[in-house]
């Protein structure tokens, strides 16, 4: 059984940063790519950054040049550092990796709260 826990959410005033982590652990499998999405009650999950398995990352528009992932895939953990965060990217963020089949897995997900 595959288990993603993230860690790092919290409170935080505009301008601020926060470092999310998200570790994998339980049966082998292959990954394909490891991410972080953000989803309110009600609302369409966003795809905020993904790493994927060769070196390529996306990020969303919304977070360029504030957000970075990293990930290490031979301790199978993932890391979001958020800087610059405004009350925009207030949200519950879940960690998310595909296996090679796409198959996807979700962590239980760590709230963001940026306010002043």
């Known amino acids: 059984q595959v288990q993603l826990v993230e860690s790092g959410g919290g409170l935080v005033q505009p301008g601020g940063s926060l470092r999310l982590s998200c570790s994998v652990s339980?049966?082998?499998?292959?990954?394909?790519?490891m991410g972080w999405h953000r989803q309110d009650p009600g609302k369409a999950r966003e795809l905020v950054a993904r790493?994927?398995?060769?070196?390529?990352?996306w990020y969303a528009d919304s977070v360029k040049g504030r957000f970075t992932i990293s990930k290490d895939d031979a301790k199978h953990t993932v890391n979001l550092q958020m800087n610059s965060l405004n009350v925009e990217d207030t949200s519950r963020y879940y960690c998310i990796v595909r296996d090679g089949d796409f198959r996807e897995y979700w962590g239980q997900g760590t709230q963001v709260t940026v306010s002043s």
């Open positions: 339980g049966s082998r499998f292959s990954i394909n790519d």
């Open positions: 790493a994927i398995r060769g070196g390529s990352i």
